[in-house]
């Protein structure tokens, strides 16, 4: 059984897309039962499919989670691949205010648990950047503590890929995320160079500089490409050196 938790630099950075592809990668790797977890989606849809009997039934759909439902080979109830689906896009500690619900680091480490009796790998996406909060301290009693990405990372004790997204700041963002990475006593096991600026200046010597400056081996390198296809994907996949393999 291996797992990973899949950070980044920060929102919107690439994590899902590589994720999809771990899962890929993991899956013809000869991992059988591949499964990607999203523990806190923010910003879902409401979707309404039929049962066979013609019976409506709606939840919550976040674009993430279908990404990684279609990358795994391992179909678990959503209460286990994502725990907490929030309407909102907001940091998940604000949806989860505006959702009256409270997010619990113990309900999210009790489903990954499942999730890895049933599953060979499973690929944890984390929401936004290392410290987003998840939780918080009741506003009006102050009762509670804050919990962020970075302390259900340590709960599950995993490996950890960052994905740097390759933009102006992002030489700053990846080293203190490993120093984050560092201070809790987790393993940085591989990051990614995902190009999500087509105009980005120097894009090779920033590469290099995270070559030199990050303690962990690049799994990939992922051009600028607006379109993930199902054939880009397969690409990367193939692409993507697995953590902890030469
Ligand atoms: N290499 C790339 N080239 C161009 N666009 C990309 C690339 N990688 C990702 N994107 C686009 O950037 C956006 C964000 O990617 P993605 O959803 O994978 O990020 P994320 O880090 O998972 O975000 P979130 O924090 O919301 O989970 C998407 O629209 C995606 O298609
Ligand atoms: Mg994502």
Same mark, same amino acid.
């Given at each position: 059984?291996?797992?990973?938790?899949?950070?980044?630099?920060?929102?919107?950075?690439?994590?899902?897309?590589?994720?999809?592809?771990?899962?890929?990668?993991?899956?013809?790797?000869?991992?059988?039962?591949?499964?990607?977890?999203?523990?806190?989606?923010?910003?879902?849809?409401?979707?309404?499919?039929?049962?066979?009997?013609?019976?409506?039934?709606?939840?919550?759909?976040?674009?993430?989670?279908?990404?990684?439902?279609?990358?795994?080979?391992?179909?678990?109830?959503?209460?286990?691949?994502?725990?907490?689906?929030?309407?909102?896009?907001?940091?998940?500690?604000?949806?989860?205010?505006?959702?009256?619900?409270?997010?619990?680091?113990?309900?999210?480490?009790?489903?990954?648990?499942?999730?890895?009796?049933?599953?060979?790998?499973?690929?944890?996406?984390?929401?936004?950047?290392?410290?987003?909060?998840?939780?918080?301290?009741?506003?009006?009693?102050?009762?509670?503590?804050?919990?962020?990405?970075?302390?259900?990372?340590?709960?599950?004790?995993?490996?950890?890929? &960052?994905?740097?997204?390759?933009?102006?700041?992002?030489?700053?963002?990846?080293?203190?995320?490993?120093?984050?990475?560092?201070?809790?006593?987790?393993?940085?096991?591989?990051?990614?160079?995902?190009?999500?600026?087509?105009?980005?200046?120097?894009?090779?010597?920033?590469?290099?500089?995270?070559?030199?400056? &990050?303690?962990?081996?690049?799994?990939?390198?992922?051009?600028?490409?607006?379109?993930?296809?199902?054939?880009?994907?397969?690409?990367?996949?193939?692409?993507?050196?697995?953590?902890?393999?030469?």
């Amino acid at each position: 059984m291996v797992a990973y938790f899949v950070t980044g630099t920060d929102t919107g950075v690439g994590k899902t897309r590589v994720s999809a592809a771990l899962l890929r990668a993991l899956h013809q790797a000869g991992h059988a039962r591949v499964v990607g977890m999203k523990p806190v989606a923010a910003g879902c849809d409401w979707v309404t499919t039929e049962d066979a009997q013609g019976v409506a039934h709606g939840q919550w759909l976040n674009e993430d989670v279908a990404a990684l439902r279609a990358a795994g080979t391992l179909a678990v109830p959503p209460v286990f691949d994502n725990p907490y689906a929030l309407p909102e896009p907001l940091s998940p500690h604000l949806a989860a205010r505006r959702a009256g619900e409270a997010i619990d680091l113990d309900h999210i480490e009790a489903s990954f648990h499942a999730l890895r009796q049933h599953a060979d790998a499973v690929v944890v996406e984390g929401a936004g950047g290392f410290i987003v909060p998840l939780s918080e301290p009741d506003p009006l009693t102050g009762e509670g503590q804050w919990a962020t990405s970075a302390d259900l990372a340590m709960r599950l004790q995993l490996p950890i890929v &960052l994905v740097v997204g390759m933009r102006l700041g992002c030489l700053n963002h990846a080293l203190l995320t490993q120093e984050a990475i560092a201070a809790r006593g987790l393993k940085l096991a591989g990051w990614v160079a995902n190009h999500i600026d087509p105009d980005m200046a120097e894009q090779d010597a920033n590469v290099d500089t995270l070559q030199r400056r &990050l303690h962990a081996p690049m799994l990939a390198r992922l051009a600028w490409a607006p379109q993930a296809t199902s054939a880009e994907l397969a690409e990367l996949a193939a692409s993507l050196r697995l953590p902890g393999r030469a």
